[in-house]
């Protein structure tokens, strides 16, 4: 057989492919899934050759009498960069690979496309070694939470939990509320960091931090104080408020400040957003966005209800932002050089902290979130004696709160907050009874009509994922103005990552605890915490101004998954 | 309608009076070409078998977006098919016939399975079994060669011809792969009276009367349109979700047939038509579209696999006014590369919607 190869008549025995006849006549063709010991593919389309006007891969196509080849086209040239292109953007080269010469060869150092692989990164991890086969996460993720991401797979002894269809968790509709692993008995589901190596990988790495002299600031959200002790043999329900404080310190902490601060930030945020919201009557009912596990199951369940979310960021996210500006300016440190760590009851946060629209200031907000579960190791592993510590105070000015602040970690605390406050602002009356006792307690969706001045507010407290998914498929959150929503029940003292183990009993104990402490203190209204006004004199403006809505606001988008 | 005509297995009864290729110049003389949109000469296909245990299979994959006509005739006139399986065997001299029945149809399967019972005496006289295999739902099964693979139990991947089916198809033997309505009109042909330009289309989109109308190919456009009584200014037609779009407006008076749509940059297929009205975003239907062959793409090739995943990623972009300049570009740049060096015709056929809303609604694609 006669075929013609870049415009010369070479001769070809019959059967023989394109790149074999291009390769005895020393013309080179670049290859990649071709090996010569396997049989050919074609599948990489990296040895296109160009026969009478159309492109063709050179190792599995045989040649025919009188073929026209052409390997030097630029068309042949482009194509097999494209694929190149395509294959290689979650490549990072290792120079001697067989695919590293190919992609040198034609000229790729790196790919035009970004990485294709946007896993999330899980917070949390599954160990079935230790799994008993229990059924409590199956039974709270499907029956209490109503997610259905964890299920029973294989049969007998090859009996195993699974994500339904081995999904990558990117695809899951799972929230991270944790609360599997918050019941679990033999730590088999759990976050990421809470095993002893891993906690001692962190404190090594926060000494290597203080050494390098960054300056490293750790918040505590509401509800850690109210179950912290619990992981030194404390009774549920003991505030552990002051010895939290210094055991911080003693871990090393440069600053303690508390969420709590946070927490009246948001509500000077919100309150303003809902009465905004009440005057020009778009986009009621306004529905809280303190808690990311309703965030995410929000964004990827139920995406219109979007535009209804506070654009508020949570409470922590908000002390993180306000630290690396108007605290980092203070004390003259770059916010690159100053971490936040929030320690938090919760897993959700830690997906939360790594989204990439929460940044201030091109670093995260907040860097790393640990649970109650795993501050109360780093404490054990630095043998501090949790139980005997003096109580210390928070450090200033991020450590001043009040009680409205502190009930956010409750169900219901949020809403009351929020009430305390907007009825300030629209009846430039002061409130007399300050407690909001229809929005307390465990019961699944309390609802409340509050009387404001002239006006009815319909407010609703939805707790529990299960709740949620009722709340709003039934449509009854149509008759409200504002809504609280929290995906662990009870709210944060019953979050994924409080200590185990957790039962209504227990939520009800550490609740009281929450309570307790906002009737203890002096100032209960968000607005009326000094450090909030001087924030805002000094730095942010006034509530939802350009500063705010820079720094505390945030945006939400439709996430698919494979199930919801 | 000719395809809703019956038989009652007459046209088999006069085909036994005859020599098998006798009834394949029949076949022939008739002009009949293959139904699923491939349009080559069923005839000639009969004809190039070769020797030796062969088998026949009736392509019921349709899955083609917008695409339902095999299910109109497997729902209202079952038996036609039934006999058209069982002549096209007898002229090959084939005792073994599968249907391979998309998954999504399997509310069907039971009827036909009682049907091809009720046939037993006529399928007797030539020794004819048929089976029917149900698919799994892959899009790719509806290429003649995945189909093979699928019914050999293996993962449904497309097998470069040559060989062709003709010769090294089922378990390497010679295999003749017809689709429902080619195999359909059989039966009618055989009968006589028999017009081949009626054909029959299905017509969705935004219409008050979508549904399946049996045309004659060649009519203008708006005549085909009109039938389906639009909702609204017609924008844009699609041919299924692989033979691409032409906008409605200054084709009104195209006449439909395969050679004018192909020339104007579409591919008029298995006749599909799916009918876009004006208030209709190109962009976004490119988007679904797209993720629609992301899902389908079995993986195999480069261009295919990764490259209408970044299609898609930079219409999301477009979608979201984020993309730059060079977007656009790259885009077009995919869209010509993916169907010039995809290993099948699933691959190939991927982007032409999108190069024809790119030649047509550029507009729409703003950065």
Redesign the interface.
């Known amino acids: 057989m006669k075929i013609k190869l870049n415009g010369k008549w070479v001769l070809a025995e019959e059967g023989e492919t394109i790149l074999k006849v291009a390769e005895r006549n020393k013309i080179h063709i670049p290859t990649l899934c071709y090996h010569p010991d396997l049989k050919p593919q074609?599948?990489?389309?990296?040895c296109?050759v160009e026969v009478h006007g159309k492109?063709v891969?050179s190792c599995?196509t045989k040649i025919k009498d009188k073929m026209e080849i052409i390997t030097n086209t630029k068309r042949v040239a482009?194509?097999r960069k494209?694929?190149i292109e395509?294959?290689c953007?979650n490549y990072s080269g290792e120079k001697e690979l067989e695919f590293s010469v190919v992609a040198k060869e034609l000229g790729i150092k790196k790919s035009?496309?970004?990485k294709?692989i946007k896993e999330i990164k899980s917070p949390m991890e599954k160990d079935n070694m230790k799994c008993l086969l229990c059924g409590r996460c199956v039974q709270v993720c499907g029956v209490v939470q109503k997610i259905n991401n964890i299920e029973f797979a294989g049969r007998g002894v090859s009996s195993r939990i699974t994500i339904p269809y081995d999904l990558s968790v990117k695809d899951t509709p799972c929230t991270f509320c944790g609360q599997c692993a918050l019941y679990c008995p033999s730590n088999a589901i759990r976050e990421k960091a809470y095993n002893k190596k891993a906690v001692k990988t962190m404190m090594e790495e926060m000494d290597k931090l203080i050494n390098k002299k960054k300056f490293v600031i750790a918040q505590t959200a509401p509800a850690v104080r109210a179950s912290l002790g619990e992981m030194f043999g404390m009774k549920p329900g003991t505030l552990v408020t002051g010895k939290m404080v210094t055991a911080l310190r003693k871990i090393g902490f440069d600053k303690v400040f508390d969420t709590d601060f946070g927490a009246d930030l948001t509500i000077m945020e919100e309150a303003s957003e809902f009465i905004e919201r009440m005057k020009s009557k778009k986009n009621l009912p306004l529905i809280t966005s303190c808690c990311p596990a309703w965030i995410k199951f929000a964004e990827q369940t139920y995406p219109f209800l979007l535009k209804n979310i506070s654009s508020c960021k949570s409470p922590h996210q908000m002390v993180g932002a306000i630290a690396k500006t108007y605290y980092a300016q203070k004390i003259g440190v770059k916010p690159e050089d100053l971490m936040v760590v929030s320690i938090m009851p919760c897993i959700a946060k830690k997906f939360e902290a790594n989204r990439p629209e929460l940044k201030t200031a091109g670093c995260n907000d907040v860097d790393v979130v640990l649970t109650t579960r795993e501050i109360g190791r780093m404490i054990k592993t630095k043998n501090i004696n949790f139980t005997k510590l003096k109580d210390e105070e928070f450090d200033e000015p991020l450590g001043i709160s009040s009680g409205g602040g502190a009930i956010f970690g409750v169900t219901g605390g949020v809403m009351e907050a929020a009430l305390r406050v907007a009825y300030e602002i629209l009846t430039g009356k002061i409130l007399q009874k300050l407690d909001f006792i229809q929005v307390r307690g465990l019961e699944g969706i309390k609802e409340s009509d509050v009387k404001i001045g002239n006006q009815t507010i319909k407010v609703a407290v939805v707790h529990g994922l299960g709740n949620i998914r009722e709340f709003i498929e039934s449509g009854r959150w149509k008759n409200y103005h504002f809504i609280e929503m929290m995906a662990c029940p009870g709210g944060c003292i019953g979050g994924g990552g409080q200590p185990r183990p957790t039962t209504n009993e227990i939520r009800r104990k550490r609740m009281e605890a929450i309570y307790r402490q906002d009737k203890s203190m002096e100032l209960r209204m968000s607005n009326k915490n000094p450090a909030v006004q001087e924030l805002y004199s000094e730095f942010l403006g006034k509530p939802l101004g350009k500063m705010s809505k820079k720094l505390l606001h945030t945006k939400y988008k439709k996430r698919k998954v494979k199930f919801t | 309608m000719q395809i809703l005509r019956k038989s009652n297995w007459e046209g088999f009864e006069k085909t036994r009076k005859m020599k098998r290729i006798e009834i394949i110049n029949v076949v022939k003389k008739s002009g009949l070409k293959g139904r699923s949109g491939s349009n080559f000469f069923t005839g000639l296909k009969w004809e190039l078998m070769g020797k030796g245990t062969r088998y026949l299979i009736c392509n019921a994959d349709e899955s083609e977006p917008g695409t339902f006509k095999d299910k109109f005739i497997m729902e209202n006139n079952p038996s036609l098919l039934i006999e058209g399986i069982a002549i096209a065997s007898y002229a090959m001299d084939i005792h073994s016939a599968i249907i391979y029945l998309r998954g999504e149809y399997f509310h069907l399967k039971p009827k036909l399975e009682k049907l091809i019972k009720q046939s037993e005496k006529h399928l007797k006289k030539i020794k004819l079994k048929i089976k029917i295999v149900l698919g799994a739902g892959s899009y790719l099964c509806g290429e003649e060669t995945a189909i093979l693979e699928s019914i050999e139990g293996n993962r449904p991947l497309v097998r470069k011809k040559p060989p062709y089916p003709s010769q090294s198809g089922l378990y390497g033997k010679p295999t003749c792969i017809n689709n429902v309505e080619t195999l359909a009109n059989i039966p009618l042909i055989i009968l006589g009276n028999w017009d081949n330009n009626l054909q029959l289309f299905s017509l969705s989109g935004d219409l008050n009367e979508p549904g399946i109308y049996e045309i004659e190919l060649g009519m203008p456009l708006k005549h085909i349109v009109s039938l389906g009584k639009p909702k609204n200014e017609p924008k844009a037609v699609y041919f299924g979700g692989s033979g691409g779009c032409i906008p409605y407006q200054k084709f009104k008076n195209l006449r439909v047939d395969n050679e004018l749509i192909s020339e104007k940059g579409g591919f008029l297929g298995a006749r599909g038509l799916i009918i876009v009205g004006e208030n209709r975003d190109i962009v976004d239907i490119s988007r679904t579209l797209s993720e629609f062959f992301v899902h389908e793409s079995c993986g195999y090739c480069t261009p295919c696999r990764e490259g209408n995943f970044r299609v898609v990623e930079l219409l999301e972009k477009i979608e979201n006014n984020k993309a730059k300049k060079d977007d656009v570009k790259l885009l077009e740049q995919l869209a010509y590369h993916i169907s010039d060096t995809s290993y099948c015709a699933l691959g190939v056929a991927s982007t032409t919607h999108l190069k024809c809303a790119l030649k047509y609604f550029k507009k729409e694609f703003k950065v």
């Open positions: 074609g599948r990489c389309r990296v296109l492109l891969t599995d482009d194509a494209l694929n395509l294959l953007s035009i496309f970004e294709t």
